[in-house]
């Protein structure tokens, strides 16, 4: 087994990657179901404001995961050829940097409704599910991000990972950061929930699930393990994560 071509198809000289098409799908899934969202008897939410919303955490996304990516991961590369940053559409995207982004571009959305922000994460938490399954299933074709070396029956053999078959960690991904976060958020939401309960269950389900894929993931070549022999970048910056949900989930606060 092997991932597709990255080039969904060209139009003369222009060529289409499923990487862009699949944050196309992400953003349009979370728009979508945003406005049901909005449309469920009793929601504070509008139709129109979710399209604001959308609006402020798309750029969140682009601009944090970007910059996350260059920070966390590789800025030594993109010192010395500062030009690659503008080519996103190769790659390099880290979630840590995009949240970081969203929850700034939510905040600033949150002032300038005059809402609570843990309120307006607590709407948005279960729309990010699909757009990280979409995210990582772009990982895949893009033919990055891969496992170790593997003998399971849906093991992969990736171009630029060697002669032998990998764990498909980003398909891993998408089905855990994925559908079975969505499934929990969007059922978990159905119901009325103290304030920042729903955004806590995010942040500990994404912490959780990223944290044991990185045990088969490769890292990151640049950095590699970072301490123990197995822990990654990836594990060090769910921690923090993690706690903030658990936080969220047990404080004591009304509905």
Same mark, same amino acid.
């Given at each position: ?63 944090? /995961?970007?910059? #996350?990516? *260059? $920070? !966390?991961?590789? &800025?030594?590369? @993109?010192?010395?050829? =500062? ?91 998408? /089905?855990?950061? #994925?559908? *079975? $976060? !969505?499934?929990? &958020?969007?059922? @978990?939401?159905?119901? =009325? ?63």
């Amino acid at each position: 087994m092997t991932p597709l071509d990255p080039v969904a198809f060209s139009i003369g000289s222009l060529r289409i990657r499923w990487y862009g098409l699949m944050y196309l799908l992400g953003f349009a899934s979370g728009w979508l179901l945003g406005r049901r969202r909005a449309s469920r008897p009793g929601s504070a939410w509008r139709p129109a404001a979710v399209d604001d919303m959308l609006t402020c955490a798309m750029l969140g996304v682009i601009f944090g /995961g970007r910059l #996350g990516y *260059v $920070l !966390f991961y590789d &800025l030594a590369i @993109y010192i010395q050829e =500062p030009w690659e940053i503008l080519r996103i559409w190769n790659g390099g995207m880290s979630f840590h940097g995009g949240l970081l982004g969203v929850i700034a571009a939510l905040a600033l959305f949150a002032r300038g409704r005059g809402a609570p922000f843990l309120a307006v994460t607590d709407f948005v938490a279960p729309l990010v599910p699909p757009g990280l399954f979409f995210g990582r299933i772009g990982n895949f074709i893009n033919g990055e991000l891969w496992g170790k070396v593997s003998d399971v029956p849906w093991a992969v053999v990736f171009p630029g990972g060697g002669p032998l078959p990998r764990h498909p960690t980003q398909l891993y991904e998408a /089905g855990l950061e #994925g559908l *079975v $976060l !969505f499934a929990l &958020l969007w059922s @978990y939401s159905a119901k =009325p929930r103290k304030t920042g309960a729903v955004s806590g269950l995010f942040a500990v389900g994404y912490g959780l699930a990223r944290f044991g894929v990185e045990f088969v993931r490769v890292p990151d070549s640049q950095l590699g393990y970072l301490a123990f022999g197995w822990l990654t970048m990836g594990q060090v910056l769910c921690l923090p994560l993690i706690l903030v949900g658990l936080f969220l989930l047990c404080r004591k606060t009304s509905k």
